[in-house]
């Protein structure tokens, strides 16, 4: 059965909420839900609280534009606590700052989703001095030639002892693997859930 948050169990019908970013794991946040504030969150899929100082509704981002798209929602054992896992659009601090501890919200692995998202933004904005923005104008074909070309150029140095340039063409082939994936209009996400059906 799944868990529902039990709002009864508050006082002021106000339960904390722990916002974590989906793909780092990086606690960003903590704040507050009422009933409508978290019916809200799952119907519009964009993180909304209850402001306990201004006394109303308060869509995180909904001023700085940094808004935390909704990814999953757990309840804790005493339904009391509501995790939330989400994937923000910039800063999540007011002051901003990655989170409210003044931790940095990049680390190696998470990179990747900043990149994706910078590749997805030269897709839909164009620019004449981006590589990746002309990969995209050559077409799908170009694309996928590069990833082949890359590959290549991989298997080719994983033959040698020379590691930085071995590390050099597996950057090479993940970001032209990445910038296939958008041009594909498919999220990394997507291949991962893949691979995680595979393990199982």
């Known amino acids: 059965m ?86 923000p659009d910039g800063p999540t601090c007011h002051t901003g700052d990655d989170t409210c501890w003044q931790e940095e919200n990049v680390g190696k692995v998470g990179f990747l989703e900043h990149l994706r998202k910078t590749l997805h933004d030269r897709r839909l904005n164009p620019s004449d001095k981006s590589y990746t923005s002309s990969l995209f104008a050559k077409g799908i074909n170009k694309v996928a030639q590069k990833v082949g070309e890359e590959a290549v150029e991989l298997v080719i140095e994983a033959k040698d002892d020379n590691k930085d340039l071995f590390l050099g063409e597996a950057a090479d082939l993940m970001y032209h693997y990445l910038v296939l994936l958008e041009a594909k209009e498919i999220e990394l996400d997507e291949v991962i859930d893949v691979l995680i059906s595979r393990h199982k």
């Open 2 to 87: 799944t868990r529902k948050p039990d709002f009864s169990k508050s006082p002021d019908s106000l339960l904390p909420v722990v916002v974590q970013d989906v793909h780092t794991l990086k606690v960003l946040m903590l704040g507050y839900m009422n009933e409508e504030a978290y019916e809200k969150t799952l119907a519009e899929k964009i993180v909304t609280f209850f402001s306990r100082s201004k006394k109303r509704l308060w869509t995180k981002g909904e001023t700085s534009k940094n808004f935390l798209h909704l990814k999953s929602v757990a309840i804790d054992c005493d339904e009391d606590t509501i995790l939330i896992k989400a994937s």
